[in-house]
């Protein structure tokens, strides 16, 4: 089984990492995929948003067929939307998927290979509105979002949800804990700041 994780330049590091660590505790600690593969266009190194450089695993051309595909998010969307090369990547990838995810404006990658026309989903607070403003996709405030084998979900930190609640949802809850546990992943609930009542605050924060 090989789960890959597309990568570009200006990506953001925890809408990647985040779901990568869940991803390989799954291998480790349960029945998770045998194959985690980084993919990038090329093996050129990649620029995170952040700074932080890494190496991809396999390129487009070196890239087997893929069980599964997560995209994230990222100032490197604005440009990849209007990459060919990468939109006909995740389509072709996409026929043979049993499930396709989305962090944050990773979306919009998405809707850009075709794969959200008519779904729900979900991305970053800031561009909910943008992604409203396509006409075809239901935009649901929520941390993440199924819609049938499409997956999505809001900004940053949200990816580490959605990939456990993937994992509870292909392998079961059991699995899920396994990974949660080693993972350590017990998040506060504590709200600084007050920003739960920003204007812009999506829904899913202001209702619990």
Known sequence: MNFGVLVFNQVEELDFVGPWEMLTMWRKN??????????????????????????PHASFATCPPLDYLLIPGGQGTRLEVGNPVLIDFIANQAKNCKAVLSVCTGSFVLHAAGLLTGRKATTHWGSLERLRALGDVTVVEQRYVQDGNIWSSAGVSAGTDLMLAFIASVDGEAAAGKVQFAAEYYPSLVKYGGFENHAQAPAYIKST
């Open 30 to 55: 349960a029945n998770g995929p045998e194959n985690c593969i980084i993919v990038g266009q090329s093996l050129e190194p990649i620029i995170c948003a952040k700074g932080l450089s890494i190496n």
